[in-house]
């Protein structure tokens, strides 16, 4: 399971184990990442600062 707090104050738990691909987008002063899971049909984007995008990235790393 992956925990992460967004820009918005939203509290995010992604069962990693669903995920098929995630997708970093960088904004002028965010990023933007995309999780997609299974079934093709399911994406879940949230905005985070660098720090956070930094903090999943080295996760999903650990996963791996």
């Given amino acids: 399971m ?13 069962h990693i184990r669903n995920v098929t691909h995630v997708q970093f987008r960088e904004t002028p002063n965010n990023f933007v990442v995309s999780f997609h ?21 080295e996760k999903l790393g650990e996963l791996s």
């Fill in 2 to 14: 992956l925990q992460f707090t967004d820009l918005n104050d939203i509290l995010h738990v992604v």
């Fill in 37 to 57: 899971f299974i079934g093709g049909q399911y994406v879940v984007p949230a905005t985070v600062n660098a720090e956070t995008a930094s903090l999943i990235a």
